[in-house]
């Protein structure tokens, strides 16, 4: 049977140094769970930096795009006006007066293409249910999560090892298959 | 771990512990209202409704129950509307600008701040919607296709970057507000225990289960919406000052406008924070977590600001002195000296000569001191707006189209009822969201906690 193992550890710094201590001994931690940021868990645990950053400049540029065409549309090719004698022949004479809605339109689209990823790669959207393994990780405890069909160990030498570090609290429950 | 230096004033006073944290945040949101609050929310919803019921009567009667007239066009409207996004530019500016800083005091504000942000920008917002006078053709601002020929809006005119600018701050602050939420909301999920907090919990957390790889996330996108925030924040005053800057009126027609609006705009933002925080801090027992330091540091941004606001005034005085322009120089003669010289007055004390006391310790150090100078200074602030608005336009450049605002009953119904509503927003907040940013907070207790700071020192 396939074992889940919920190591949980009552401070950040415990658990840091107990996920050091298992990966050098090759042992796979699937997932940490924890009420804030642990600065440093990424490199360890193997989480590679976010690529969210790079969809945001993609957004803003697709924004700032859709505002120059859409301007250059209305107000000089579609109807132009003249409003108080203000240059409306070209984009190049107009675009001085374009800069501000282009530039918020890029930070609206740049703002909420980021978070609107973010939400879905998360899978975290209004109403999804919680998938922590124990309320208090997001109080005061910190959680890992290791699984014995990810390592090669065996659920015995899996708990031993385990239980050298400074553990809080064990808990050792049968894998779901999904 | 970072470090901090131990002679560093904490951040967090007292022996708190990451649960400790927890449950001083929660605690409000779980227990049962108290009779201060339920006292506060019933005579600020009263406000309010006083305030709609002006609003309803100015929609259903028409913009002539101000006291505009043909010479001053824009008064109390415009006032209103300038001085709230003003009140806005706070939160932003403490969550982004001080993120991008490292500045670690920003934490036990931000949250309160932002929220204060949002309905100051709604408060806002209502004041250019009525002002139209037929609120249900309000959607002509966007540009829309329709039917009346190829009717666009106009793209050059500042009034329209407005909206961009304005719908743009307030969605972004929101999403930037919401995001910081979410993780919070999870933590009072899993600890209230009603089933109707706990789902109603449950659905705001969006399921959030604090995974190391959406902190990950999370903590990126945080650094690249406070990025992309700041500039905004600039932008959305700067735009705001040229619905003035790009008019022919003396008196609006200066370059100086953009950065002394932004400056005004973090003055009185900073000023209502400090307004609201000293009694939010009392009535949550949140004293060991927004402490004398917050107050003191928010204090240097009020000098700070203030002071260049200051020097934007006497700037202006000058030039329009300087530039030898008839006109411009009666602008400002008039408004030291003229019908409204008492507005002007009011401001230069409020704005110019009172923050200056913060150059003093002792007062800049006191609470007591701080709050009567925070009204002291928001009450300048919408002076300036003021002064700014009516005294420009109300002479003309014919003498014969010279005129007076006095303002009408309705326009002090509306200001007021837009302070019970931005007050009710505010204390419903405080009641069920949680009021500190309290997982961020847990992140410096060891290098800025006071009793993690004692043991360096040994």
Known sequence: MKKVFHVMYDDDEKLLVAARELVSKGIHVNEVYSPFPIHGIDPVIGIKRTRLAITSFMYAMSGLSLAVFFMWYTMISDWPMNIGGKPSFSLLENLPAFIPVSFEFSVFCAAHGMVITYLLRNGTLPGMPATNPDPRTTDDKFVMEITTDTNSMNAQDLESEIKKTDIFELSIKDLKES | ?458
């Open chain 2, 1 to 458: 771990m970072q470090k901090e230096s131990a002679i560093r004033e904490p951040l967090i006073l007292g022996h708190k512990t990451y649960k400790d944290i927890t449950d001083d945040v929660v605690r409000p949101i779980v227990g049962p209202a108290s009779l201060g609050w339920k006292i506060m929310i019933t005579i600020s919803s009263i406000v309010a409704l006083y305030g709609i019921g002006s609003i309803l009567y100015l929609i259903s009667t028409g913009i002539g129950v101000w006291g505009l007239n043909k010479t001053v066009g824009w008064a109390w409207d415009i006032t209103n509307f300038v001085w709230w996004v003003g009140i806005g530019h706070a939160g932003t500016l403490i969550s982004a600008v001080l993120l991008l800083f490292r500045q670690k005091w920003r934490m036990a504000i931000n949250r309160s701040a932002e929220a204060m942000t949002i309905f100051a920008v709604i408060m806002a917002a209502v004041f250019p919607g009525i002002h139209m006078g037929r609120i249900w053709l309000a959607y002509y601002v966007f540009p829309l296709p329709n039917q009346f020929g190829s009717l666009w809006v106009n793209f050059n005119s500042p009034l329209l970057w407005d909206v961009f600018a304005i719908s743009t701050y307030f969605s972004v602050s929101l999403v930037f507000w919401y995001v910081g939420l979410i993780p919070d909301f999870a933590t009072i999920r899993d600890r209230v225990t009603k089933p109707f907090a706990k789902k109603m919990y449950g659905i705001m957390s969006f399921g959030w289960s604090g995974r190391a790889k959406h902190w990950n996330r999370f903590e990126e996108l945080s650094l690249v919406l406070a990025g992309i925030a700041t500039p905004l924040v600039f932008s959305v005053h700067s735009i705001v000052s040229m619905d003035f800057a790009t008019s022919v009126i003396p008196g609006w027609h200066t370059t100086i406008f953009p950065p002394y609006f932004v400056s005004g705009a973090v003055f009185s933002g900073f000023a209502m924070v400090q307004t609201l925080l000293l009694v939010m801090r009392k009535a949550y027992k949140l004293e060991d977590y927004i402490h004398v330091k917050h107050v003191e540091y928010m204090n240097i941004v009020i000098i700070v600001t203030g002071s260049i606001v200051g020097v934007a005034y006497l700037t202006e005085l000058f030039i329009s002195w300087y530039s030898g322009v008839e006109y411009e120089s009666y602008a400002f003669i008039n408004r030291f000296s003229g019908p409204y010289k008492a507005a002007y007055w009011t401001m230069m004390t409020c704005n110019v000569i009172s923050p200056q006391l913060f150059w003093f310790k002792k007062i800049r150090r006191s609470l007591v001191a701080t709050f009567i100078l925070s009204i002291v200074v928001n009450i300048g602030m919408w002076f300036e707006r003021y002064v700014i608005i009516v005294t420009s336009l109300h002479r003309d450049y014919l003498p014969s189209s010279w005129g007076e605002f006095i303002p009408t009953a309705t326009d002090v119904g509306i200001f007021i009822g837009t302070l019970g509503i931005f007050l009710t927003l505010f204390l419903a907040f405080t009641r069920f969201f949680p009021v500190l940013a309290l997982n961020e907070l847990k992140t410096i207790l060891k290098s800025s906690g006071e009793s993690y700071k004692n043991e360096q020192v040994k």
